[in-house]
């Protein structure tokens, strides 16, 4: 082992002459280190970081810099580093301390230089206190920590209500269709009919529950997009099919169009099969002669989404939807004014949730509507996910 | 028709499940709490189990998990009836092994047919 040298009075005289007033001007505390260790030339910054008056730092092994743990290491990686010396940067991502002349620690950041010079070969450190950053940064933490714990619960408060409010519905819906299926015993026609008035209120309640959920889903960023090559032959005739018994006992028809040949997306099956459950579902409940066709088709800068998406349309021939309305039809609870519309079932929230899905696919919902025609609505799709 | 139980805490939830099951010929037998449904259904297997998912004490999934250990009740068909709806529970009934998944609100209409398909395709093959 190398005895420690103080460095020479000539050497740091020619050293503080020609870096002294360049290294003072550096934001950073900087060290210059002779091969022996020992520190040669330091900027104010240096002195004030580490607790050192003027000049207090000149002959010191840099090693006091270090709580006594990290000593040993040190002078084994500065070995090294006197093999091979190469500029870098070392702090982020490690844990390095300082420690001050009072015996105080705190956080740094340092950058190494090699320096060759007349007078022999030096390190510069640049040593930065990152206590503000670390400070910030552990807040920031925390922060994150305490949102993450508040997202859970709401998620946990979401899961809950669902459950807890779908229970006692359960007795109500559950009862009025034993009454209903007239289990207990005759039911008179005034009997039905107000049983028939509970078992609609009980399911819109439900209906509202699972849509409220959903939308609270999406606000929260909770619904999941699980992307896959999707049929869409397969995913419209399906809600076709599932349709078909309320279109027939309304003495609607229900149509589906679709290309020849393959029609894939690369979407998510679920959300889609919801939009258009909903879309199709409202247009047989608001229309009265006629039918509903979905026409699917491949539409080259049919919406902002890029490439050649899907349109997917769905078309009534119901009453129209007026200008007015049409600007406010996909706001939540925001039901067209009409009086047909009024007597209609539903959340009010099935074409707010619809358009945000929609969204959240990557694509779009838009309504063409003329009063005493029908209605178009138009979902948007990208062809490759969104 | 077919020997059923039903392992639900809620009493009006049990009544009604029970009423509908009863007319539609079917015995029922019944317990409020995991436990109590384990025992009833190593005592004597039943064709069919009707278990509510949050229970007090052992859960719907830990019933699951005792009925299949055990040899007796193994081949058993287990139902998840649960007002846990969402599609993330949906995928845990899925694949904690559950032979089916009714969500309450239950459609009474609906409801005996549901059970009857389960009923045919007891027993289980292992």
Known sequence: ?386 | MARILVIEDNAVNLALVDYLLHHAGHQVVSAATGEAGLALALADPPALVLCDLQLPGLDGYGVLAALRAAAITACVPVVALTAFSMSDDRERVRTAGFDGYLTKPIEPEGFIGQVAVFLQQAPRGH
Not at chain 1, 144 to 171: G, I
Not at chain 1, 267 to 284: K, M, P
Request: glycine share 10%; hydrophobic share 40%.
């Open chain 1, 1 to 386: 082992m190398t005895e420690a040298v103080q460095p020479s009075e000539r050497e740091t005289a020619s050293l503080q002459a020609h870096f002294g007033e360049l290294l003072e001007s550096m934001p950073d505390g900087i060290v210059m280190v002779n091969a022996e260790g020992r520190i040669v030339v330091a900027n104010s910054q240096a002195e004030r970081l580490f607790g050192y008056g003027i000049d207090g730092l000149r002959g010191l092994a840099v090693d006091h810099l270090l709580p006594a743990r990290y000593r040993d290491a040190h002078q084994g990686h500065r070995a090294r580093y006197g093999q091979q010396p190469r500029k870098r940067a070392m702090g982020s991502g490690l844990d390095l301390w300082g420690l001050r002349r009072d015996g105080s620690e705190f956080p740094i950041e340092i950058s190494l230089s090699p320096l060759r010079t007349a007078e022999g070969a030096f390190v510069l450190s640049a040593i930065r206190d990152v206590s503000e950053r670390k400070r910030i940064e552990q807040a920031l933490q925390e922060k994150n920590a305490e949102l993450a714990r508040a997202n859970e619960a709401k998620d946990r408060f979401l899961a809950s209500m669902s459950h807890e409010l779908r229970t006692p519905l359960n007795a109500i819906i559950g009862f009025t269709g034993t009454l209903l299926m007239q289990l207990p015993g005759p039911l008179n026609e005034e009997q039905t009919r107000q049983l028939r008035m509970v078992q609609q209120g009980g399911r819109h309640l439900l209906a509202l529950i699972n849509d409220l959920l959903d939308v609270a889903r999406i606000a929260a960023g909770k619904t999941e997009v699980q992307l896959s090559r999707v049929g869409l032959r397969t995913v419209v005739e399906d809600v076709a099919q599932t349709l078909h018994p309320q279109a027939q006992s309304r003495g609607l028809q229900l149509a589906v169009e679709l290309p020849d040949g393959p029609a894939e997306a690369v979407t998510d099956r679920r959300l889609l099969s919801q939009i258009l459950l909903n879309l199709v579902g409202n247009a047989l409940k608001f229309t009265e002669v006629g039918g509903v066709r979905i026409v699917v088709h491949r539409e080259p800068g049919g919406c902002e989404a890029a490439g050649s998406p899907w349109m997917l349309r769905v078309i009534d021939t119901g009453p129209g939807i007026d200008e007015a309305d049409q600007a406010r039809l996909f706001a939540p609870f925001s039901r067209a004014q009409t009086a047909a519309a009024r007597q209609q079932e539903g959340s009010g929230l099935g074409l707010h949730l619809s358009r945000q899905l929609a969204e959240l696919l990557g694509g779009s919902l838009r309504l063409n509507s003329t009063v005493g025609v029908g209605s178009t609505f138009e979902l948007c799709l990208p062809a490759t996910g969104g």
